[in-house]
């Protein structure tokens, strides 16, 4: 029975592991968290979109032009 119930439980052995997050109010430590924040999801914006997802998007939008005319 004991077996059974760690087996059961392994499952839920993430849910117990989390743990708030103590978050920091101080302004410099925000700001700085921001200004980190948004450099990153600039510089990631302005990378290329892959070939590969410019493929599929036309596969996408191909398959939904095909499906209007229906």
Avoid: C, W
Avoid at 15 to 33: A, F, G, N, Y
């Amino acid at each position: 029975m004991v077996d059974a119930d760690k087996k059961q439980n392994k499952g839920n052995r993430s849910e117990k592991m989390v743990r708030p997050m103590k978050i920091s109010t101080r302004p410099d430590v925000t700001d700085l968290i921001g200004q980190r924040l948004r450099k990153f999801y600039d510089e990631v914006t302005e990378q290329p979109v892959p070939d590969r997802f410019l493929h599929l998007l036309d596969q996408l939008d191909e398959a939904a032009s095909s499906k209007k005319s229906k």
